[in-house]
């Protein structure tokens, strides 16, 4: 079975700064997506960015950049001039190629300092 | 439209009430999913269903019933609850296969409390 790992359940970074969120997978597929969503206190999910395992590219979504590295099964979020509207709660999540399951890892608090 | 609508957004029921929760969309998507998530846990699935046919159910109680008239609307119908039960539920909708399409699309979910 598929599992994800967010090591850390809070992180903190200052307004304009940079931060990264970590996550890490398990799986024996060779084919599958990853990806970020962000949950702010408004309850709803919200896709961040998208990757393809197929793809040696790490994807970028305005101030969202990925670090995805298959070999170590790694899939880290980087955002970049951090916002407080980013505050939110953030989740990595894998999906097979032909699958209907999205698996979640715990979460991420991301609290932003004014 | 690239939205999936919820209602209600809040719920209060009793251990012996009937109610029904209610999703849709309008995006074509083929699979639509029930999740249940408890406060700053992730969501958990509960229901798949692919061409409005059930295609996963993840061992929920029988107190659950979802259902999925058409390719645009899903329901959860609620009956004899548990206090456990009170979560934030949510639908979520997606092309079959993630090639094809951006991931699932949530709705902003059901905040249901059971008393």
């Known amino acids: 079975a598929q599992t994800v790992t967010q090591s850390q359940p809070e992180m903190s970074v200052q307004e304009a700064e940079t931060v990264t969120l970590s996550c890490t997978y398990d799986t024996s597929e060779s084919d599958y997506y990853l990806f970020w969503y962000k949950q702010p206190p408004s309850r709803q999910m919200i896709l961040v960015i998208r990757q393809e395992a197929y793809k040696q590219q790490n994807a970028t979504e305005n101030r969202f950049s990925v670090n995805f590295q298959k070999a170590a099964k790694s899939f880290s979020l980087k955002i970049s001039d951090s916002q407080l509207g980013d505050a939110a709660m953030y989740f990595c999540?894998?999906?097979?190629?032909?699958?209907?399951?999205?698996?979640f890892g715990a979460g991420t608090i991301l609290r932003v300092k004014s | 439209d690239t939205e999936v609508t919820q209602t209600p957004k809040h719920l209060v029921m009793g251990m012996t009430n009937k109610k029904s929760l209610k999703c849709e969309q309008h995006m074509g998507h083929r699979a639509m999913y029930w999740y249940k998530q408890k406060a700053k846990k992730p969501p958990e699935l509960m229901f798949v269903y692919s061409y409005e046919k059930l295609s996963i159910n993840e061992s929920v109680p029988s107190r659950f019933s979802p259902e999925c008239p058409n390719s645009s609307l899903l329901n959860l119908h609620l009956h004899a609850l548990q206090p456990e039960d009170s979560a934030l539920y949510l639908c979520a909708s997606s092309q079959l296969h993630p090639g094809t399409g951006d991931g699932y699309t949530f709705g902003s979910g059901t905040r249901l409390t059971v008393v």
């Open positions: 999540a894998y999906r097979r190629e032909y699958g209907n399951k999205l698996v």
